[in-house]
DNA sequence: GTCTATACGAGGATAGAC
DNA sequence: GTCTATCCTCGTATAGAC
């Protein structure tokens, strides 16, 4: 069955580009990464996952530390885009808060494993990749959202930083608790399409009630 | 210097009997466990932050998962028991509420590698190892009195289970990302008393507000 | 009980044929 | 560019002396 896959994964591959198989290639990186983080995951699972071989891997992206890079870069430029393209200056902090913590919830559902990439790296290697990257912003845009809020006394008087760090934990700790939380939901898929929706409409109401 | 150390606790360590032993290696595997979850924990690493050699933790406990199983067993029995004796019956769902975060983020500030491992473990294992201990009951303790606060209208009509979960995710989340927060305070120490009290301060002023 | 030395397997990485 | 075979390092676990 194994075997089957990756004979026809092979074939149709064949027939493509060098792109095509390196973004088939991420793909399967992207899966392997967030089950294991960057000391744990293992070339070979990637390639059995694929119809590449381990040797392949190499020739493209030189080494495990390399290919991790390539998918976190991928990751931040293809899914954290759509936050930096938010214009949120003419809205109150109100709305200015809900549009951004909305568009960032519909990222994490789009991108589950994208929470646990994050949660590894922050566990394993202390954000070293991550800093070459410059996730950074996102945290600085939810600040400032936040300050906003408490200048003109639509929030009550948080802390900036730390509320900013509780918002983004709220929405991404769905995701790595996942597992854990299912026994509380017998019979529910944890990222089938309703309890993603009930999770995004139950961490806007808290946050929004929160500030 | 590290052989210095070593010795020193060695010779001190002659003095004292096998429970003592015992703990100074747990000590040091929760340090090492904690950084590194049970896959990527290393027997070694924790020999050497120990007067022990590591042909000693084999024999006192078998093999890493033995290990590994221990630290959960003495974390989960020493660290989570004041939860359980709380009584909260008598408080209003609100006091209730309080009482459990505060109680609860004072365990984690006492101990702030309990957090590492939860996540490691909800990450690398599924929370496997965990269900053979017991903490379901902590999640359970916290619905309940969310439950309280949405039949008697002291809360809003909040999902009790999404919104636990929301809950601790707020308390632990700090603790997970604090290398990732270091740089919004440059100089502070994240887990110094001064930043520790303020998370403390801020997430429950924001769990309060929340529900 | 405690140590040293080592067997053994797993997995990252490469050499070299095609 | 792609594959197979192999090298080498590292880390778990144990054997066996004391």
Redesign the pocket.
């Given at each position: 069955m194994a075997t089957k896959n990756k004979r026809a994964s092979?074939a149709s591959r064949n027939t493509r580009d060098?792109e095509a198989?390196k973004t088939e290639i991420l793909d399967a990186a992207v899966e392997e990464f967030a089950r294991n983080g960057l000391a744990n995951?293992?070339?070979?699972a990637i390639a059995a996952n694929t119809g590449?071989?381990?040797?392949?891997i190499?020739?493209y992206f030189n080494?495990?530390?390399g290919l991790y890079e390539a998918i976190l870069k991928r990751g931040f430029n293809a899914y954290m885009q759509p936050l930096q393209e938010l214009s949120l200056e003419t809205l109150s902090p109100t709305e200015a808060l809900e549009e951004f913590v909305r568009c960032l919830l519909s990222i994490l559902v789009r991108n589950p494993n994208w929470p646990l990439i994050m949660c590894y790296e922050a566990l394993q290697n202390q954000g070293r990749y991550y800093k070459r990257i410059g996730i950074n912003n996102i945290d600085a845009q939810l600040i400032a959202i936040l300050e906003r809020g408490v200048a003109d006394g639509s929030f009550r008087p948080l802390d900036p930083r730390f509320t900013a760090n509780n918002i983004i934990g709220i929405c991404v700790f769905y995701f790595i608790s996942r597992d854990g939380m299912q026994y509380l939901f017998p019979g529910k898929r944890m990222l089938g399409k309703q309890m993603l929706q009930l999770h995004v409409e139950q961490a806007i109401a808290l946050i929004l009630a929160s500030v």
């Open positions: 092979k060098r198989t995951a293992r070339i070979e590449v071989t381990k040797a392949m190499y020739y080494n495990k530390e």
